[in-house]
């Protein structure tokens, strides 16, 4: 099947820069999430950018969307302790009768050092 | 704003054994999803449906049936439980409008299978 990949881990000071990658399979996604998940909870969308657009910013964080090479990035600026979390990346591959189901990635594990 | 529940949160099951979970939200979304997590793995999904009354097969159905008897309702069913369905169960729902699929989760079934 389709595969977004994205690295399993990674881990930065507090104060720094993250930056996540992902890479999607269909270049038809209309739209690309990144979705947050907190230890022992549910998924919560953090972005997204739509497929028509390069870049979106939003406060601390950038999305950037190389449709050519279908790599999607989220730059996290000052990250802070409390970003410490799982992040996925999310494309939506159109799968026919109107449905647009998520296709996750593995998920980033961030960690935070104080 | 309950938003979206499960019941249990946990669960401890002998092999063989039937089990439902429980999923319910009160957002009037018409899209419900069931997924499971397991480490290294990622996101995949089971089932879904569009709307009141459909439902459909994700990546992992094998094992796993839904209903959906009416808008605010989701639940899974494992009919014999077998030992690889020890993961964690998120439910999820959403609203499907022009390609954008935001989902929200609800907070997860921690389910073992001895």
């Known amino acids: 099947g389709e595969d977004v990949e994205q690295s399993l881990f990674l881990s930065v000071r507090e104060g720094d820069s993250s930056v996540i990658n992902c890479t999607y399979t269909?270049?038809?996604?209309?739209?690309l999430y990144w979705y947050k998940q907190e230890p022992g909870a549910g998924l919560q969308l953090l972005t997204y950018i739509f497929s028509n657009m390069d870049m979106k910013q939003d406060q601390r964080l950038t999305v950037l969307l190389n449709k050519k090479d279908k790599h999607l990035s989220l730059r996290i600026a000052d990250t802070q302790t409390g970003d410490s979390a799982i992040y996925f990346c999310a494309e939506t591959p159109y799968s026919g009768a109107g449905s647009y189901q998520l296709t996750f990635g593995k998920g980033t594990k961030l960690s935070v050092i104080p | 704003i309950a938003g979206i529940t499960q019941a249990p949160t946990s669960q401890i099951l002998a092999a063989g054994r039937r089990m439902t979970l429980r999923c319910t939200q009160d957002?009037?979304?018409?899209?419900m999803y069931w997924y499971r997590q397991d480490l290294g793995l990622g996101l995949r999904l089971i089932h879904y449906?569009?709307?009141?009354?459909?439902?459909g097969k994700g990546e992992v159905p094998d094992g796993y049936s839904v209903s959906r008897a009416n808008t605010d309702d989701f639940p899974l069913t494992l009919a014999s439980a077998v030992p690889s369905q020890t993961s964690v169960y998120f439910c999820a729902s959403s609203v499907l409008a022009g390609g954008f699929n935001e989902q929200f989760f609800g907070p997860g079934t921690r389910l073992t299978v001895l």
């Open positions: 957002m009037r979304h018409n899209a």
């Open positions: 449906s569009n709307t009141a009354g459909t439902t």
């Open positions: 269909d270049s038809s996604s209309t739209y």
